[in-house]
């Protein structure tokens, strides 16, 4: 089945807000077995909108629309495709009963400009919205003669748009379109560069891929994705077999699976040993809590931690001698070593993790460049300490920082 998305919005083309929907809306019509084939974002006029939905009837079976249904005067996607599909916009009361009740739910009166989200193109099915008041519309076009084909409008504001799909729209996609088995799996894995990981394992897989297997690389700051895919009914065998080919290359460099994130495995390896965790930054200033802090159940094992941005919070909460600072300065071996102790045995904690280094872009110096750093970990059989550079902006410094640090965390772990 050939699906289409067009994502409308001026504050899409403006960069001020961020298309969510293009991932999400991807990826849950990806796990029913249905490949978006092509997606866009246009601005809210006519001209743009009814030119994307006009090339989507000549070519998809299920077109997808988000934004532009709600009350205001730049909210005309349901007016521009009526029209261009030839049908008229007719009120529809369980609509308007819908509104109504919204509003007196609050106590607030309806707005008379609510009035344009009652009106639906004509013989459309209507998804009420459970979290807002814009209704969803589905339209059969009939212009594809011998086959389906569906139009589908939803709401712009993910919270009204990913329930009404999950609970409404899904079910007409299994009643209509027959999908085909899909599966897809993602191997996560740090340490590697995209380059090197592909070297690594492509010839492995080859045998795989002339059989079917998709092979798909997204490299992020720190980490590099491994994506099998396949369709039909050799699927998962096929996806299997590649997934024991990549494990047995990469082995440890594999730190999680399709939705784990390197703080959500370390998080459940603690939870799993029942040990505790203590954190000692100076550069990443607190972005290694922050992400362990994101995942439920982390108040079980994360103990503490300390931001010792500053010479004198070195000293005072976690016990670096001056005269280290001094022979060696902040950024060193020493330095993270005795972050490291003095955050672990002030917590009390299993392990410990410290940070020092230089985010830049000022500050470095032909011995210690920017993007040098120290990451320490500590536990009851003694301490490492590793120097590395992460030669980035201060943003992807502190996240790629972050992330080396867990990772030495969940491979002591492991």
Same mark, same amino acid.
């Given at each position: 089945?050939?699906?289409?998305?067009?994502? =409308?919005? +001026?504050?899409?083309?403006?960069?001020?807000?961020?298309? =969510?929907?293009?991932?999400?809306?991807?990826?849950?019509?990806?796990?029913?077995?249905?490949?978006?084939?092509?997606?866009?974002?246009?601005?809210?006029? !006519?001209?743009?909108?009814?030119?994307?939905?006009?090339?989507?009837?000549?070519?998809?079976?299920?077109?997808?629309?988000?934004?532009?249904?709600?009350?205001?005067?730049?909210?005309?996607?349901?007016?521009?495709?009526?029209?261009?599909?030839?049908?008229?916009?007719?009120?529809?009361?369980?609509?308007?009963?819908?509104?109504?009740?919204?509003?007196?739910?609050?106590?607030?009166?309806?707005?008379?400009?609510?009035?344009?989200?009652?009106?639906?193109?004509?013989?459309?099915?209507?998804?009420?919205?459970?979290?807002?008041?814009?209704? !969803?519309?589905?339209?059969?076009?009939?212009?594809?003669?011998?086959?389906?084909?569906?139009?589908?409008?939803?709401?712009?504001?993910?919270?009204?748009?990913?329930?009404?799909?999950?609970?409404?729209?899904?079910?007409?996609?299994?009643?209509?379109?027959?999908?085909?088995?899909?599966?897809?799996?993602?191997?996560?894995?740090?340490?590697?560069?995209?380059?090197?990981?592909?070297?690594?394992?492509?010839?492995?897989?080859?045998?795989?891929?002339?059989?079917?297997?998709?092979?798909?690389?997204?490299?992020?700051?720190?980490?590099?994705?491994?994506?099998?895919?396949?369709?039909?009914?050799?699927?998962?065998?096929?996806?299997?077999?590649?997934?024991?080919?990549?494990? +047995?290359?990469?082995?440890?460099?594999?730190?999680?699976?399709?939705?784990?994130?390197?703080?959500?495995?370390?998080?459940?390896?603690?939870?799993?040993?029942?040990?505790?965790?203590?954190?000692?930054?100076?550069?990443?200033?607190?972005?290694?809590?922050?992400?362990?802090?994101?995942?439920?159940?982390?108040?079980?094992?994360?103990?503490?931690?300390?931001?010792?941005?500053?010479?004198?919070?070195?000293?005072?909460?976690?016990?670096?001698?001056?005269?280290?600072?001094?022979?060696?300065?902040?950024?060193?071996?020493?330095?993270?070593?005795?972050?490291?102790?003095?955050?672990?045995?002030?917590?009390? +904690?299993?392990?410990?993790?410290?940070?020092?280094?230089?985010?830049?872009?000022?500050?470095?110096?032909?011995?210690?460049?920017?993007?040098?750093?120290?990451?320490?970990?500590?536990?009851?059989?003694?301490?490492?300490?590793?120097?590395?550079?992460?030669?980035?902006?201060?943003?992807?410094?502190?996240?790629?920082?972050?992330?080396?640090?867990?990772?030495?965390?969940?491979?002591?772990?492991?």
């Amino acid at each position: 089945m050939n699906v289409e998305i067009i994502n =409308t919005g +001026s504050e899409l083309m403006l960069g001020r807000v961020l298309n =969510t929907h293009h991932q999400w809306l991807s990826r849950r019509l990806a796990d029913l077995g249905h490949m978006v084939t092509r997606q866009v974002a246009v601005a809210d006029t !006519g001209r743009d909108i009814q030119e994307a939905v006009r090339e989507s009837l000549g070519r998809a079976d299920l077109i997808i629309t988000t934004g532009g249904l709600g009350p205001t005067s730049d909210d005309i996607t349901r007016e521009l495709i009526a029209e261009l599909l030839g049908r008229k916009l007719v009120q529809n009361r369980d609509v308007l009963a819908h509104i109504d009740q919204f509003f007196a739910k609050r106590n607030r009166a309806r707005p008379a400009m609510t009035n344009v989200e009652t009106m639906v193109p004509e013989g459309a099915l209507v998804f009420l919205n459970p979290t807002g008041t814009a209704p !969803g519309l589905a339209v059969e076009t009939g212009q594809k003669p011998g086959h389906k084909q569906w139009l589908v409008m939803l709401p712009g504001p993910p919270r009204e748009l990913r329930p009404m799909f999950d609970e409404l729209v899904i079910p007409l996609l299994k009643q209509t379109f027959a999908a085909e088995l899909f599966v897809c799996r993602t191997l996560r894995t740090t340490g590697i560069g995209e380059s090197r990981v592909q070297e690594m394992i492509e010839a492995g897989l080859q045998p795989l891929v002339v059989r079917g297997l998709g092979i798909g690389y997204c490299a992020r700051p720190g980490a590099v994705d491994v994506r099998l895919t396949a369709s039909g009914t050799v699927a998962p065998q096929l996806v299997r077999e590649g997934e024991a080919v990549v494990q +047995s290359i990469m082995g440890p460099n594999i730190y999680g699976f399709d939705d784990d994130e390197m703080e959500s495995v370390v998080v459940r390896q603690l939870m799993e040993k029942k040990k505790t965790v203590a954190l000692a930054e100076s550069c990443t200033g607190g972005h290694i809590a922050n992400r362990i802090t994101n995942i439920p159940g982390a108040s079980v094992v994360l103990l503490g931690g300390v931001v010792s941005y500053a010479n004198a919070a070195k000293e005072n909460l976690l016990g670096v001698r001056a005269e280290t600072l001094r022979q060696h300065g902040a950024v060193s071996e020493p330095v993270a070593r005795e972050m490291v102790l003095g955050v672990r045995e002030r917590f009390g +904690s299993d392990y410990a993790l410290a940070v020092t280094g230089i985010a830049g872009p000022g500050g470095g110096t032909p011995e210690k460049p920017v993007g040098t750093v120290f990451i320490a970990l500590a536990w009851s059989g003694g301490v490492e300490v590793e120097c590395l550079l992460n030669p980035w902006d201060r943003v992807t410094f502190k996240d790629v920082t972050a992330t080396q640090a867990l990772e030495r965390l969940r491979r002591r772990l492991a």
